[in-house]
């Protein structure tokens, strides 16, 4: 679920981008130190069932470290997904209800800048 923080953040970088296209007056703000992520990697749930996220949003994690678990309806484990590669978490489904194939995060490893993609 979005909060507050993130719904401001959101919007902030909005009027950021509209002030630098000239759709707005005044000047824009850049971010001072960026963080490009490259590679980034969706992880999906391998089968239907509840997902349980063991991370959260802007979370470091090493490689091989447990995302989260999908259980059945009775709470009996179904599938365990961890971190491809060490990284960030960018973001992760906050809702339990998950589908076979259906995303349930995402991974970005750290690199220097955009131009050692």
């Known amino acids: 679920m979005p909060t507050d923080d993130m719904v401001a953040l959101n919007v902030h970088g909005a ?3 509209m002030r630098y296209l000239k759709m707005l007056p005044g000047a824009p703000e850049f971010v001072e130190h960026p963080v490009w992520l ?3 990697e969706v992880l ?6 509840l997902w349980y996220s063991a991370v959260h949003a802007d979370q470091y994690v ?3 470290a447990l995302m989260g678990r999908v259980t059945d309806y009775f709470g009996d484990l179904l599938a365990e ?5 060490a990284g ?3 973001y992760v489904v906050v809702s339990p209800a998950m589908t076979k194939g259906e995303p349930v995060g995402m991974v970005g490893a750290p690199s220097e800048s955009w131009e050692a993609r």
């Not at 997904?81 to 590669?85: L, V």
């Open 15 to 17: 009027f950021c981008v």
């Open 38 to 40: 490259e590679p980034c």
């Open 88 to 90: 960030i978490v960018t």
């Open 44 to 49: 999906t749930s391998p089968v239907t069932g």
């Open 81 to 85: 997904i961890h971190a491809p590669m």
């Open 62 to 64: 090493a490689k091989g």
